[in-house]
């Protein structure tokens, strides 16, 4: 199997920052999209940002400008640098990957979530 271990959440005013972390580990052979999505309480869940194995992003217009998604793949980990925070980025953060495992079958895996909350 596959795990995602997800840090970095909290509480933070607007205007600050966080760096959420996440690492997977396991069963793995190969990563390629990792990424991270958000659900705000009463909302669908919802693409923050995702990267390639080769190092190509792409982020929801929400957070272009003020997010940065940066991958480390000797260490299979991703970096999100959150910037200039707004309530409106409150939400429960995921980390997802598409990897493929030793059997050569690829799979979808999520952690567990971290919340991120901006008071205003």
């Known amino acids: 199997q596959v795990q995602l271990m997800e840090s970095g959440g909290g509480l933070v005013q607007a205007g600050g920052s966080l760096r959420l972390s996440c690492a997977a580990s396991g069963n793995i052979f190969n990563i390629d999209a990792m990424g991270w999505y958000r659900q705000a309480p009463g909302k669908q869940r919802e693409l923050v940002a995702v990267?390639?194995?080769?190092?190509?992003?792409n982020y929801a217009d929400s957070v272009k400008g003020r997010f940065t998604l940066s991958r480390d793949n000797a260490k299979n980990t991703v970096y999100l640098q959150m910037n200039s925070l707004k309530p409106d980025d409150t939400a429960v953060y995921y980390c997802?990957?598409?990897?493929?495992?030793?059997?050569?079958?690829?799979?979808?895996?999520w952690g567990q979530g971290t919340q991120v909350t901006v008071s205003s």
């Open positions: 997802y990957c598409n990897a493929q495992r030793s059997d050569g079958n690829w799979g979808l895996f």
């Open positions: 990267i390639t194995r080769s190092g190509t992003t």
